[in-house]
T-cell receptor, first 110, second 114 residues
Framework: GNSVTQMEGPVTLSEEAFLTINCTYTATGYPSLFWYVQYPGEGLQLLLKATKADDKGSNKGFEATYRKETTSFHLEKGSVQVSDSAVYFC?????????FGTGTKLQVIP | DSGVTQTPKHLITATGQRVTLRCSPR?????VYWYQQSLDQGLQFLIQ???????AKGNILERFSAQQFPDLHSELNLSSLELGDSALYFC?????????????FGPGTRLTVL
C-alpha cells in the first residue's frame, strides 16, 4: 500500500534560517503530493501541492518538488519566520484515501 | 476559514458514554472524511463518505460509526467511550471521490473522556 515517511521532529531553527523537512513516499501509480500545515489550535490547511513528476509547488515562500526518481517531496524555505512555527504534514493522494506522514513540528525562535 | 464547520468545539464526557460529532462540508463538496488526531497516534484516517455512501474505511473502531445525510452533513458517533478515545477529531471535505485534490479541514472537535 501507499506510505509516507517524513523526518522526525521537533525541528528548532533560528529566525531567517534555511528549512528543509524531508519527505519520501511509496505509492503505486501517479499520486498527487501535498504539504499541509497545522498552526496551534487549528485544523490542517493546504500549504502546497504537486500533481505530477517534476512539478514544483510553492506558497508563502515554501517550495517542494515532486521527484519521481527519488520518490521524494522535500519541503524547503529559504528564511523562516517565527510565524512559521507549526506542524507540517506530508501527504499522498490518489484513487483512494489520502495517506499522511506523522508530522514534523517546527519551532522558530527569534 | 476553510468553509467546513464542526460542532461542538469541545466535548467533555465520561467513560462508557456516547457522543455525536457533527460536520458540515464546504458548499458543493460531496466527500466527507473523518480523522482522529492524538499525541501518540498522529493523524489517523477513520472513514470517508461520498454523497451519502461509505467510500473508504480506515482505522475506525467498531464502537465508532458515521453517516452522511442527504444534505451532505455528516455525523460521527462514538460509543462506549474509553479514556484512550480522548483526541482531536477532524472532519474534512473535498469535491470528488478520490484524493488527487486537496481536502479542506474543519477546526476540529476536542473530545476529553474522563
Amino acid at each position: 500500500g501507499n506510505s509516507v515517511t517524513q523526518m522526525e521532529g521537533p525541528v528548532t531553527l533560528s529566525e531567517e534560517a534555511f528549512l528543509t523537512i524531508n519527505c519520501t513516499y511509496t505509492a503505486t501509480g501517479y499520486p498527487s503530493l501535498f504539504w499541509y500545515v497545522q498552526y496551534p489550535g487549528e485544523g490542517l490547511q493546504l500549504l502546497l501541492k504537486a500533481t505530477k513528476a517534476d512539478d514544483k509547488g510553492s506558497n508563502k515562500g515554501f517550495e517542494a518538488t515532486y521527484r519521481k526518481e527519488t520518490t521524494s517531496f522535500h519541503l524547503e524555505k529559504g528564511s523562516v519566520q517565527v510565524s512559521d512555527s507549526a506542524v507540517y504534514f506530508c501527504a499522498l493522494g490518489g484513487y483512494q484515501k489520502v495517506t499522511f506522514g506523522t508530522g514534523t513540528k517546527l519551532q522558530v525562535i527569534p | 476559514d476553510s468553509g467546513v464547520t464542526q460542532t461542538p468545539k469541545h466535548l467533555i464526557t465520561a467513560t462508557g458514554q456516547r457522543v455525536t460529532l457533527r460536520c458540515s462540508p464546504r458548499s458543493g463538496d460531496l466527500s466527507v472524511y473523518w480523522y482522529q488526531q492524538s499525541l501518540d497516534q498522529g493523524l489517523q484516517f477513520l472513514i470517508q463518505y461520498y454523497n451519502g455512501e461509505e467510500r473508504a474505511k480506515g482505522n475506525i473502531l467498531e464502537r465508532f460509526s458515521a453517516q452522511q445525510f442527504p444534505d451532505l452533513h455528516s455525523e460521527l458517533n462514538l460509543s462506549s467511550l474509553e479514556l484512550g478515545d480522548s483526541a482531536l477529531y477532524f472532519c474534512a471535505s473535498s469535491p470528488g471521490t478520490g484524493s488527487y485534490n486537496e481536502q479542506f479541514f474543519g477546526p476540529g472537535t476536542r473530545l476529553t473522556v474522563l
